[in-house]
């Protein structure tokens, strides 16, 4: 069983949307997962799954005051620890803790975390075995994954490698070699800017992308990266008589 914290240097990368989508596209290849909203002052994942109302929460298991298995939901047919969106107090030196003991449970369990090295992202960090980085193509970005990538290796942390999200093709953009070069990882899957994408938090379309649209393009990305931290593939959809006559006849 594997333990994965999603994280990023700066703000916005897209960690919330990734560790979402990657804990339902591992879930789509048949694995027992969890996801854990570790950025608890902002609670955006909490959100996403639209566990908002949850009566008991992250920090009641934190504080004590709550079973950490209590505080499982299902959500989108996924297991879901929430975190509240109203300001609390909480004892973050337990979640290392409290994460542990769900893990016979899950063959993963995806944290996110907050960006930078705030206290909530380094707690998020510690409770977890591996790391995911998230980049955006800027040198920004880069250098404060960098660091990210210090304090986990510090902390003992395997980190799997980086993805590169939110790419528009421009010429002033990072490219993949050249981050991942920098920080000495693994490229684990360029994702484009897409408008698919950038809709998820609007209200009425509020959910993860492999909810509302399992078969697009955006999805298939997820899907490779699940790939890639599973070690699993997805089954290749079977092909009718025509589409294998057409691809014999055109070799595509
Ligand atoms: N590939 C993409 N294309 C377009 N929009 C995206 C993409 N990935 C994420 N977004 C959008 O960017 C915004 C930030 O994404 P998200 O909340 O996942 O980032 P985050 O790293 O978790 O942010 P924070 O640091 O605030 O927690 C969201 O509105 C999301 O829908
Ligand atoms: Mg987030």
Redesign the pocket.
Known sequence: MTTITIT?GK????????AANLALSLKKLGKRVLVVDG?LN?A?LTLLFDLQNSPITLEDALNGEAKIRDVIYSSYDIDVVPATIELREYDLSTLREQISKLREMYDFIVI?S??GADETTLAAIKASDDVIL?LEPTKASLADAIKMKRISERDGKRVLGFVM??IRDRKYELGEKDASIALDLPLLVS?????N?????SFRQRAPLLVRMPRSREASYFKKLAEKISGEKFEEKKENFLQRFLKRLFKF
């Open positions: 990023s703000g916005g990368t897209g960690k919330t949307t990734m950025d902002m955006n996110d907050a960006a998230v999200n939110k994702i484009p800017f897409s408008e994408i950038a809709e998820t938090f």
